[in-house]
């Protein structure tokens, strides 16, 4: 599948000029094509434009260009599929959750977790200013928490992007990232109690709280970490922290946890690159960046003991790559914004890690995102494909799934008892009364 | 043999880079195959999330004129949630005969979306001019 696309791809072919040929789409394999171009054609000065997506050389002679592209397709059939993997993901079962009149299909703030003996599914409702919540037991039964906006009980009109953290169904936490304030409430929609996170008033380079489904809010004790975006452009980003630490005993306010220093060298794209996705296992927290393949991991606590280990997906290997080769291009003026979004959304990344304490794994999700055809053609760009990462508990990658973005949601997912549940788009487009998630089970193979 | 091969490579690119004129109307065919375009107008372009304010007084005008508008056509588009969608506005005005819904998203191509309403002039099925609404237009 992946080679194919690539040879599709390759063999559009344009000249602008008689003394230049653009290899045009040519977003993988560009070390490699870079080489192979300088060693059999005595070709100099290749370059790979990020901008108009192409490589740029001088033809000595038309008859290596044309052993050039055979030989470049040949190369791009070759497949980076991991003959090690042990483990894949089975479909094991379907949870139908039963939505109101009012109710729509994605949510931005979702999550699975136990209570007692009690598993729940919650998601903030933004359309009514409210929390839902079921019983995983009984999905037909809606539970609604409606959330005042103003007065004794405000939490004021929550956005999509505002968020929450059902820890039992007397303490969730609501975060509204308009106000930067954090609230507790109880099952009636009672404040027990709020806090101050952010004051946007304040001039300051610290970094705000971004939640979703994929990067959420966790909590460790009286520990509250927020995963947070970029406030602004940096010329270097290994010395500043991505993750925002709350005390709510004591009220303490850290960023920790910094960027990878892969950051330092390049500039990759919209703000959504640079967003970390951060999950614990019972002694450490990891983080995971968008454009790093490993995945860093701090004691809890004291943040030492650093860990790094690979986590690369096969469907995203070489296609990492910078918008531009100097980081300093985020702090320029003259910046194309709409070629970076279109960058960015035609380029893979890594989007999230999970922790699956029931099984002792991590799942790392990719958004392996579609071509700039692809999206032209068929309406894809906000429906990537989904790939899993499997990873065991001494990080080693054990298996990689590839998943339909047309059927699964690429946001919507999240470790459940059974297994990782991740919400079914096709199904709501045939009953718009039910919200789907098909579990998926870890299997050997 | 060089000069054969140049030509066709400079042909091919010439009939490769497309217009956004025509990436619009390549993909406004898409959207329904019914709609004839050489009897309208104007298409406006409506999306359902970006500028929220310019979007609500789009909407707002054309419900209020859509009746007096014959040869204007309205299409939304980036409809993520049909259920959703169909909450914000009248029934009777979706219903209306020169009123579409862009539901497999084919104007969210990214050479052609925009977070405001557009509107395209036409003549004799053609597109003239591409242009923002703004909230002065209102």
Redesign the interface.
């Known amino acids: 599948m992946v080679g194919q696309q690539n040879a599709q791809e390759i063999l ?5 000029l ?1 003394l230049q040929v653009h290899l045009v789409t040519l977003q993988e394999k560009e070390q490699d094509v870079r080489v192979i171009l300088a060693h059999l054609t005595k070709i100099k000065n290749i370059h790979y434009n990020n901008y108009n997506e192409c490589f740029t050389f001088n033809i000595i002679n ?1 008859k290596y260009f044309y052993i050039l592209v055979t030989l470049l397709i040949l190369s791009c059939k070759n497949n980076l599929t991991d003959k090690n993997d042990t483990f894949t993901l089975v479909s094991k079962s379907f949870l139908h959750f039963k939505l109101d009149d ?1 109710t ?3 949510h931005n703030s979702i999550m699975f977790s136990e209570d007692g003996n009690h598993e729940f599914f919650s998601f903030l409702n933004h ?1 009514n200013n409210s929390i839902y919540y079921y019983d995983v037991g009984s999905p037909s039964d809606i539970n609604k928490i409606k959330l005042d906006i103003e007065g004794e009980n405000g939490v004021g009109h929550l956005e999509t992007i505002s968020a929450h953290f059902f820890k039992d169904q007397n303490n969730i936490y609501i975060y509204n990232i308009a106000v930067g304030k954090l609230f507790l409430v109880n099952s009636k929609g009672n404040i027990l109690n709020k806090y101050d996170i952010i004051d946007y008033k304040a001039s300051t380079d610290n970094p705000f709280p971004e939640i979703t489904a994929l990067q959420p809010m966790e909590i460790i004790a009286d520990d509250i970490y927020f995963p947070c975006g970029l406030n602004s452009r940096k010329m270097k980003y290994s010395n500043s922290n991505t993750v925002l630490k709350f005390n709510i005993k004591t009220l303490k306010k850290e960023y920790i946890l910094p960027f990878s220093n892969k950051y330092d060298n390049a500039f990759y794209g919209s703000t959504f690159k640079y967003l970390p996705s951060i999950t614990f296992n019972s002694k450490k927290i990891f983080v995971s960046f968008p454009i790093e393949h490993n995945v860093f991991g701090y004691d809890i606590g004291n943040l030492k003991n650093k860990v790094e280990f690979n986590a690369s997906s096969e469907y995203v290997e070489r296609k990492i790559k910078p918008f531009n080769n100097d980081v300093k291009y985020g702090l320029s003026k003259n910046r194309n914004f ?1 070629k970076e ?2 960058f960015s ?1 035609t380029t893979p990344d890594y989007q999230s890690i999970k922790y699956d304490k029931y099984r002792n794994v991590f799942y790392r999700i990719v958004h392996v995102r579609r071509t700039k055809e692809e ?2 053609l068929n ?1 894809l ?2 429906s990537p494909n989904i790939s899993i990462i499997l990873l065991d508990s001494n990080y080693v990658k054990i298996g990689e799934v590839l998943l339909d973005g047309g059927k699964y949601h690429h946001v919507m997912i999240d470790v459940c008892k059974e297994g990782l549940a991740i919400a079914r788009r096709d199904y709501y487009k045939k009953n ?1 009364n039910e919200l789907v998630f098909e579990i998926l089970k870890l299997e050997k193979k | 043999m060089k000069l054969v091969i140049f030509i066709c490579f400079f042909v091919l690119t010439i009939s490769c880079s497309k217009t956004k004129k025509e990436i619009f109307k390549e993909q406004l065919q898409m959207v329904d195959t019914k709609i004839d375009f050489e009897k309208y107008d104007y298409i406006v372009i409506i999306p359902n999330e970006g500028c929220t304010d310019c979007i609500t007084k789009a909407s707002d005008y054309f419900i209020k004129d859509i009746e007096n508008l014959k040869r204007t056509i309205v299409i939304y588009t980036s409809i993520s949630d049909n259920k959703i969608f169909k909450l914000k506005l009248p029934k009777s005005y979706l219903n209306h005969r020169n009123v579409f819904l862009d539901k497999s998203g084919f104007l969210e191509n990214f050479e052609i979306s925009s977070v405001y309403p557009q509107i395209l002039k036409m003549e004799h099925g053609k597109i003239v001019f591409i242009k923002n609404f703004d909230n002065q237009m209102f």
């Open positions: 559009q072919i344009n000249v602008e008689p038309m009012k729509g299909f994605f359309i709409k979004d279109i959304l999206v032209r309406n760009l906000f718009e």
